[in-house]
């Protein structure tokens, strides 16, 4: 489909990047039929439905962060051998099925299954996929187009839960309202992305040599210390003290962000929040992810990328601690809000560094192998909290824990090697 990419790039003067954005933010925006918060809504209804407990229902969540430990390698190894676009797609067409098939779910197995398939690919293959051909196609302004990603996948974040809630609450009564909202949201995964992906994307600039090539162009007065035009290989990387110590905050970082996302709407709704009202501070939250991206995204294009997410874990930290004080729906939404800020640094820093530091022509397959930290934090993260609520009665000694966890991970960044990593006289591929 190369052909539609020359054409647009042969008669216009817009720069072909940007189209690629929309079609990865895209597979971004739908990868949130699995996100935690979406199947933070199905919690409660859920265990209500088939009498399972909320540890049991957020261990597919955490099962499928496991595997996505051993899966992310091979993820980063077909991205980088085939293409983001071929990864991409066949991921989406997975995820809508499997999300239609959870509907007719009767049992644990059948529905960890079918749930850990959609998790793996919202952890692996489109994590991955999406922000190696956006570092492809920018070097400058690389920030900037991975913050319009972060705000695409905010804005999955906020609607998928409130689709799912409102869908649910249409349905009445019905106990099992909830398998109509999974056949919702497999329809409308495929319905907005597939045709993007398939029409649009292309996986390297080289393919359709775009005329403006301003973006491709690395500037050394941007601001951003970090940031490299040279590329290493992924045994190179490895060899890093850098990836190592990068990696473990990927870890810290996301046990916060999935612990405090999986059982979050069930935490409002124990504090007495009307459900409705429970999952729209989850699109609240979701806001102020899309203003946390952009931001971090503007950030990273003028200061060094570590530095910045220094002060996102500070930031993920002390809004996580915010959660003690809810008590009613408007703090709800403040605080939502605030810690949503910290999310959207999440999403945007990680990848950026990584190809600030590394260089854009091997990080696919770099991503696939820092990547199983991120996995391994969201399972960890979701099932910690899930035990201290089984044990506990409450959610209350989560969010100091998850205050610890920041501080470590600022003493990460902290320890992290200083030196660029750069081959400058060749780039070697793995």
């Not at 349905?171 to 909202?181: A, E, I, K, L, T």
């Not at 403040?334 to 600030?356: Q, W, Y």
Request: glycine share 10%; proline share 3%; aromatic share 14%.
């Amino acid at each position: 489909m190369n052909q539609l990419a020359k054409f647009i790039e042969k008669n216009t003067n817009f720069y072909y990047g940007w189209i690629i954005v929309a079609g990865s933010g895209s597979t971004m925006f739908v990868r949130n039929a699995a996100a935690t918060l979406t199947i933070a809504v199905f919690v409660y209804p859920m265990s209500e439905d088939l009498g399972w407990s909320r540890t049991l229902i957020v261990g597919a969540s955490s099962l499928a962060g496991l595997l996505s430990v051993f899966i992310s390698p091979l993820s980063g190894y077909l991205i980088q051998k085939y293409g983001s676009k071929k990864t991409l797609f066949f991921s989406v067409l997975l995820l809508g099925l499997s999300s239609l098939l959870i509907s007719k779910t009767f049992n644990p197995v059948t529905f960890y299954i079918l749930f850990g398939i959609g998790r793996i690919i919202f952890s692996s293959p489109v994590q991955i996929g999406a922000a190696t051909i956006v570092a492809k196609w920018f070097i400058n302004s690389r920030g900037k187009a991975t913050g319009v990603l972060g705000l695409s996948h905010s804005l999955g974040m906020g609607l998928f839960p409130l689709f799912a809630q409102l869908v649910i609450d249409l349905d009445g009564g019905n106990p099992d309202s909830w398998r109509m909202s999974w056949i919702f949201i497999g329809v409308t995964v495929w319905l907005i992305s597939l045709p993007l992906v398939f029409f649009t994307m292309v996986d390297d600039p080289d393919e359709i040599k775009p005329k403006s090539n301003s973006y491709l162009k690395f500037e050394k007065d941007s601001g951003n210390s970090d940031r490299s035009s040279s590329s290493i290989s992924l045994n190179e990387a490895l060899k890093s003290k850098a990836f190592w110590m990068l990696s473990m905050v990927g870890f810290l970082t996301y046990f916060i962000h999935t612990g405090v996302n999986i059982h979050q709407a069930a935490y409002l709704i124990d504090k007495g929040i009307n459900p409705i009202f429970a999952a729209s501070a989850l699109t609240i939250m979701a806001l102020g992810t899309g203003v946390g991206s952009v931001i971090t995204g503007w950030a990273t294009d003028k200061f060094s990328s570590k530095k910045v997410y220094f002060f996102g874990c500070v930031w993920l930290g002390l809004s996580a601690l915010l959660f003690l004080v809810i008590n009613n729906i408007i703090v709800a939404y403040f605080v939502g809000f605030i810690f949503g800020m910290s999310l959207g640094g999440l999403l945007v820093i990680p990848p950026v560094v990584l190809a600030d530091i590394f260089g854009k022509d091997n990080i696919g397959s770099i991503r696939g192998y820092s990547e199983p930290f991120v996995s391994a934090g969201q399972a960890v993260g979701g099932i910690s909290a899930g035990l201290i609520y089984d044990f506990t009665g409450s959610y209350q000694l989560s969010f100091p824990m998850f205050g610890i966890v920041a501080l470590l991970a600022c003493l990460f960044i902290i320890f992290s090697s200083e030196k660029k990593i750069t081959k400058p006289k060749m780039n070697l591929r793995q």
